[in-house]
């Protein structure tokens, strides 16, 4: 079942001069920098009320998941929408006809990701999430 839009995915060529557009351009405060070293993923998150915006910088466009996820492509690149009941959500999904990417699911920044392409765009890319518990 979908919670809520999660964070909004933008692919960037240049991450350095990203950042500095959202931060000064913009006025918006990096919450924080997470790399992903399999994928060769570097991402800024910006925190804006309860949704998030990540810049997504791949440094080798040529690997076959980046491919997939439309990451050798600047621009808005998904929507990820948090989950409740993830394994649920991917069968029905699945059984709806949305392709799950190859390599997924598996663990992201906030909990556990999947992406999927749905069956009528081959260009759009959906993420779910099942957001981990914070420590405390």
Same mark, same amino acid.
């Given at each position: *079942?979908?919670? !809520? +839009?999660?964070?909004?995915?933008?692919?960037?060529?240049? $991450?350095?001069?990203?950042?500095?557009?959202?931060?000064?351009?913009?006025?918006?405060?990096?919450?924080?920098?997470?790399?992903?070293?399999?994928?060769?993923?570097? +991402?800024?998150? /910006?925190? *804006?009320?309860?949704?998030?915006?990540?810049?997504?910088?791949?440094?080798?466009?040529?690997?076959?998941?980046?491919?997939?996820?439309?990451?050798?492509?600047?621009?808005?690149?998904? @929507?990820?929408?948090?989950?409740?009941? $993830?394994?649920?959500? *991917?069968? !029905?999904?699945?059984?709806?006809? $949305?392709?799950?990417?190859?390599? /997924?699911? !598996?663990?992201?920044?906030?909990?556990?990701?999947? /992406? $999927? @392409?749905?069956?009528?765009?081959?260009?759009?890319? +959906?993420?779910?999430?099942?957001?981990?518990?914070?420590?405390?």
């Amino acid at each position: *079942m979908l919670k !809520r +839009i999660n964070h909004v995915g933008i692919v960037v060529r240049d $991450f350095q001069e990203a950042v500095t557009v959202y931060s000064i351009g913009l006025g918006m405060k990096l919450d924080k920098i997470v790399e992903i070293p399999d994928v060769q993923l570097k +991402i800024g998150v /910006f925190k *804006m009320g309860e949704i998030e915006i990540e810049l997504l910088h791949y440094v080798n466009a040529e690997l076959p998941i980046v491919k997939a996820l439309r990451g050798d492509q600047p621009g808005v690149n998904h @929507i990820c929408y948090e989950v409740e009941g $993830f394994d649920d959500t *991917m069968k !029905r999904l699945i059984g709806n006809g $949305f392709k799950l990417i190859d390599g /997924f699911p !598996r663990k992201g920044v906030h909990g556990r990701i999947a /992406f $999927f @392409i749905p069956p009528h765009s081959s260009e759009e890319r +959906i993420e779910i999430l099942e957001v981990e518990a914070e420590d405390e």
